[in-house]
């Protein structure tokens, strides 16, 4: 009997443990609307994007561009916003 509540002892903080990583990983991916999106335009600087989207999930740099990517993993969609080297958005694009 006793090894049957340790394995249920456990079970249970595991559980409880994957859910409480979960919920702190859903917390903050922020999900974007479609409309918020739509305000993003060419030529828009890195704090107008912040401002309308907020801050993005990931950022990647290469030698041309910067790209943030804004979704969260609750949202079939995520988004990407293209900086050239100067900081003006170049384009954004719906990756689903």
């Known amino acids: 009997m006793m090894k049957k509540s340790k394995i249920l002892l456990v ?3 595991v559980l409880a443990t994957m859910f ?3 919920s702190i990983w859903a917390m903050h991916s ?3 609307s479609t409309e918020l999106v739509s305000r993003i ?3 828009m600087s890195k704090e107008e994007v912040q401002t309308i989207l907020g801050h993005p999930n990931n950022i990647n740099y ?3 561009s910067e790209q943030w ?3 969260s ?4 969609n995520f988004y990407r916003v293209t ?3 100067n900081g003006k958005v170049l384009f954004c694009e719906m990756d689903d």
């Open 69 to 71: 990517t804004y979704g």
């Open 62 to 64: 290469n030698e041309n």
């Open 30 to 32: 922020r999900p974007v």
């Open 11 to 13: 079970t249970v903080l």
């Open 83 to 85: 900086f050239s080297k």
């Open 73 to 76: 993993g609750l949202q079939w």
């Open 20 to 22: 409480m990583f979960f």
């Open 41 to 43: 335009v060419e030529g």
